[in-house]
T-cell receptor, first 123, second 110 residues
Framework: EVQLLESGGGLVQPGGSLRLSCAAPGLTFSSYAMSWVRQAPGKGLEWLSAIRGSGGGTYYADSVKGRFTISRDNSKNTLYLQMNSLRAEDTAVYYC????FGSGNYYKGFDYWGQGTLVTVSS | QTVVTQEPSFSVSPGGTVTLTCGLSSDSVSTTYYPSWYQQTPGQAPRTLIYSTNTRSSGVPDRFSGSILGDKAALTITGAQADDESDYYCVLYMGSGISLFGGGTKVTVL
């Protein structure tokens, strides 16, 4: 069974930074494109960013472009999301998700999901 | 501003069939948008049901099926069960690496 384990969430002040991690033990990690998706309290799901299996292509929603950076370390089976210039409206549960098997399948929807990590932006 | 549209809510009787749809404010949905569907119950992570229009994720029962109906993507649930009561989200691939969620449909089984 595929396990995705997010960490790094917490309370941060407006304007601050946070780095989220998503570990994928046992997964043929480089064979999967990965994404970050968030859900604000009481709201729907919002796709934020995707990265190809090789790390060679990254994509962002307009809402986070220029503030958030997605990256991966395939030697550690870990996905990251560096979040800068955080705002109150970034408060949400952040999920990592795989795309279907195939390092370039970032367009085919998502497959496996982590349990999420809560980020709260507040003074 | 492109919007992915879903019905806000739907009700289905136990054992019944319900079809949820996923549309676009500015275009017809086709397989080139690679529609996908997700189920989420309160406090839980999303669960993938369908990706690439009609491919079931591992472990998803065949009473969940995806298709294109007219100008929209569709998720059909046959033989509805009490634990199908959830929020259902669709996603469309908009090109240039961008995926877009619909607002979700709340399904009630009663």
């Amino acid at each position: 069974e595929v396990q995705l384990l997010e960490s790094g969430g917490g309370l941060v002040q407006p304007g601050g930074s946070l780095r989220l991690s998503c570990a994928a033990p046992g997964l043929t990690f480089s064979s999967y494109a990965m994404s970050w998706v968030r859900q604000a309290p009481g709201k729907g799901l919002e796709w934020l960013s995707a990265i190809r299996g090789s790390g060679g292509g990254t994509y962002y929603a307009d809402s986070v472009k220029g503030r958030f950076t997605i990256s991966r370390d395939n030697s550690k089976n870990t996905l990251y999301l560096q979040m800068n210039s955080l705002r109150a409206e970034d408060t949400a549960v952040y999920y990592c998700a795989t795309h279907p098997f195939g390092s370039g399948n970032y367009y085919k929807g998502f497959d496996y999901w982590g349990q999420g990590t809560l980020v709260t932006v507040s003074s | 501003q492109t919007v992915v549209t879903q019905e806000p809510s739907f009700s289905v009787s136990p054992g019944g069939t319900v079809t949820l749809t996923c549309g676009l404010s500015s275009d017809s949905v086709s397989t080139t948008y690679y529609p996908s569907w997700y189920q989420q119950t309160p406090g839980q992570a999303p669960r993938t049901l369908i990706y690439s229009t009609n491919t079931r994720s591992s472990g998803v029962p065949d009473r969940f099926s995806g298709s294109i109906l007219g100008d929209k993507a569709a998720l059909t649930i046959t033989g509805a069960q009490a634990d199908d009561e959830s929020d259902y989200y669709c996603v469309l691939y908009m090109g240039s690496g961008i995926s877009l969620f619909g607002g979700g449909t709340k399904v009630t089984v009663l």
